[in-house]
Structure formats: structure tokens, C-alpha cells
């Protein structure tokens, strides 16, 4: 059946234009230069039952590659964890799935309950005391971290690592710039940030030093030295952390972190193009009236009922909206529902065994291509789940050769650090098999087409 997409009369257009004033829809777009505006009527095909309009779009979405097409060892901040079926199950129930952000608590007590499991959790891992309910990803996630940190030593300068996320540095710059605000980068040396580096920039100036733990670079910092450092000068340290890490590594609270962020798609959430994400902030106590976002707390009423309130919500957007500075909204109380349930589902022991493949598998795939002539391991520091590996041959060309194996292979370094020219950027997560990653080793020396034999 065809049904035309009318959003609107031609009585209700000309009552509107009437409303503001305007005479007609050009001069609306009166601002526009005559000469970069359209002219002429678009060539538009004609219109699509539903059924025709399905089957379109399901040709288009066919000529997309996805990760369950091909074999993924791509990382650089979009992971392939396992997602437990229950996670999307219990995620489609009406009552999360349609609910809007949480704003009347009398009548949301799921949700609000929901969101203080999901604090609790977050805390018990980052080893913080107090959690916000989720922001938009890690990049904005590491960018409020460093507005709180400005705030609270009234200083104007943030030290970041260049080994953080290159497109959350993008995302921090863009933030920060018009809060006037200063961005100064960390060198790194030997795939981890330069502590050396780093105690020649500390000055009284620095408001906080932003680390990513494991870094960019798939490389174990470690974040207790420089802990030390930045807080004799008087500074905060924000680590930015993957959270999958800290079923194997210890926590940034108990090594001295003040803030601690990161992104948390890996808790349960596919990787979709690069999106929708999550961003957790975790933070101490004597922080918490700085944290962006909503809090959720729980407390009892005066029968003594157990219940769930917003609290510290003055600073949020719909009372402050001029002064808010989170970014949140009812996606991300959703994603951060799917991380509660996969954490709840995985739990301690289920979160370490995750880490501890990721750990051994990616081990194990970094010693076999070292024994690729002309493939060598740059740095000699631990990773977690992704590694840097230098090649003779092009990088474009080693992933071009595994791409017709049906191998996703690594980035190639080179987009973002050209003094990596020849170097890859390897993920193995949980997800991959030893069978698989011998796979990538015989597609990767030329010695076989890729075909596992069984």
C-alpha cells in the first residue's frame, strides 16, 4: 500500500510562515547566496511501497562487509567482545527499550535501579567511590574529565598523552578550546607515554595529566609512577582505561588515579559501525559535586520503603540546562543498561577469564608473527589485547592479502603517527580462535590460502 510522507498542509505551511512573519519558503532561504542555492526541481524516483522501500534497503545494507563476515583482528577503540544473547533480550524489554531518561523517579524505579546497579558496578571496577549514569562515549568522557579537573585546581593547562585515542585528543581540543582551556601532549618513547617527558612539563599550571591505560598503542602503562608525579605537582590524574582490562589489571583507583573514564562498548555492546557508544566516569569521593551527569542514589522513605532517586540533579540539564556540561541522553541509559547486564552476567570471575584470554591469545599471536621473516615486534613492554608489530612489506598490502583470505587485518599506523610508517596495529580479543589466528599467520607469510583444516 503507498503512503505518502506528508508532514505537513499547505494550510498549516502558510499558518506557520504567517506566525514568524515570513511571506513564503524563499525567503526563508533568503540568506542563502543565489548562487550555491538549486535550481530546478530534484530528479527523485517515484515513491516505494513498504515492502519495495525493505527490499532496497536491504540490497544496500548487503554491499557492507561486517565482522560476522570476516575474521576481525581490527581494534584502535571499536572491540569484538562476545555479546551474551541475554544482554539484547533482557535490553528489547518494553519497559527499558521505550522508556525516556528517567526524569519523573516516582514512577521509574526500574530504571533508576537499573542505573544504580550500573554506578555500583562501575565503581567496584575503576576502584572509584562515586560514578555518574553514562555520557555519550569515551572521547566525551575523557573531555569532561578534564573540564572537572581545570575546575577543581583552577588551572588552565591539561597534559594528555599522545598515546591517547588520536580522535579523543580531536574530541578534547574541540571541547576545551572554547573554555579557554590548554592542550599539551605527552611524548611517548618505547610504546609507552615518557614519564621523563611528562616531569618536564608538570608546572604549576597543569590542572590534570590524561593517560589511556592499556594505550593506544595496545601497551600497559604504568599509571602508579606516574601517578606520583603528576600529584606532587598539584595535578589530577585521569586515566582512561579499558574496562575489559580490569578483570586482569588493577584497578585506576588503587593506582592513584582521581578520575577515571573510558569507553565502555566492550561491556556488551556490538561494535555497529562505530556507534552507539558509552562513556563512563568514575570518580573519588571528595570529586563527586563535580561529576557531569545524572547520579542515582538509593535511600528509604518515611515507612521505611526501599527507593531510587536522582540526586545532585540541580546541575543537570533540564533545571541548569544554560550550565549543564554532560552529554546524555536516553540511548546511552540504555547502553549503560546493556553494560550492567553483561556485567552482571559475567561477573568477577567470568570479566577475568574474558581478560585473561584477551592477554594469552594476543600473546600468543604476537610471538608467531615475530617469526614472520620480516616481521618484527617493536617494543618489549606488556599488552593487554592489542600490539604493534613493524613490517617490511606494506602494510596495505599485507591487509589487502588477508582481506581476500576473509581477514579483517590491523590499522595501519601510519594515519595516525607517521613516525610509525610499516607498523600495524593488532586486536585479538576473546573472540578469536587459536585455529584463526594461525589462519592470519599463514595468509600473512604467503605459506597457505587461509583454510583451516579440521
Partial sequence: MMIPYIPHTQAQVEEMLRTIGARSIEELFGDIPAEVRFKGELRLPGGLSEKETWDHLAELAEKNCHSGQYTCFLGAGSYQHYQPKAVKHLLSRSEFYTAYTP?????????????????????????????????????????????????????????????????????????????????????????LTSQRALEKLLDKDVAGVAVQNPNFLGSIE??????????????????????????LIESPGKLGADIAVGEGQSLGLPMSYGGPHLGFMAVKENMVRRLPGRIVG??????????????????????????????????????????????????????????????????????RLEKIPGVTVPFSVPVFKEFVVRTQEEPQQVNKRLWKAGILGGLDLMRFYPELSGHILLCVTEMRTYQEIDKLIRVWEGTGDGKIDF
Avoid at 526524569?103 to 558496578?121: D, K, N, R
Avoid at 602508579?224 to 580490569?246: K, M, R
Fill in 103 to 191: 526524569y519523573q523517579p516516582e514512577i521509574s524505579q526500574g530504571i533508576l535501579q537499573a542505573i544504580f546497579e550500573y554506578q555500583t558496578m562501575i565503581c567496584e571496577l575503576t576502584g572509584m567511590d562515586a560514578a555518574n549514569a553514562s555520557v555519550y562515549d569515551g572521547a566525551t568522557a575523557v573531555s569532561d574529565a578534564a573540564l572537572m579537573a581545570a575546575e577543581a585546581t583552577r588551572r588552565r593547562v591539561i597534559l594528555v598523552s599522545s598515546l591517547l585515542h588520536p580522535e579523543y585528543r580531536q574530541t578534547m581540543r574541540t571541547y576545551l578550546r572554547r573554555r579557554g582551556l590548554e592542550i599539551k601532549e605527552i611524548p611517548w618513547e618505547e610504546g
Fill in 222 to 247: 604504568p599509571l602508579h609512577l606516574l601517578a606520583g608525579a603528576v600529584h606532587e605537582a598539584g595535578s589530577l590524574l585521569i586515566a582512561c582505561v579499558d574496562p575489559v582490562s580490569l578483570g
Fill in 298 to 367: 538509593k535511600t528509604r522513605d518515611k515507612d521505611g520503603r526501599e527507593g531510587f532517586v536522582l540526586t545532585l540533579q540541580a546541575r543537570e540539564q533540564h533545571i541548569r540546562r544554560e550550565k549543564a556540561g554532560s552529554n546524555i541522553c536516553s540511548n546511552q541509559a540504555l547502553c549503560a543498561l546493556a553494560a550492567t547486564i553483561y556485567l552482571a552476567l559475567m561477573g568477577p570471575v567470568g570479566l577475568s577469564e574474558v581478560g585473561r584470554q584477551c592477554r594469552m591469545k594476543s600473546n600468543y599471536a604476537m610471538s
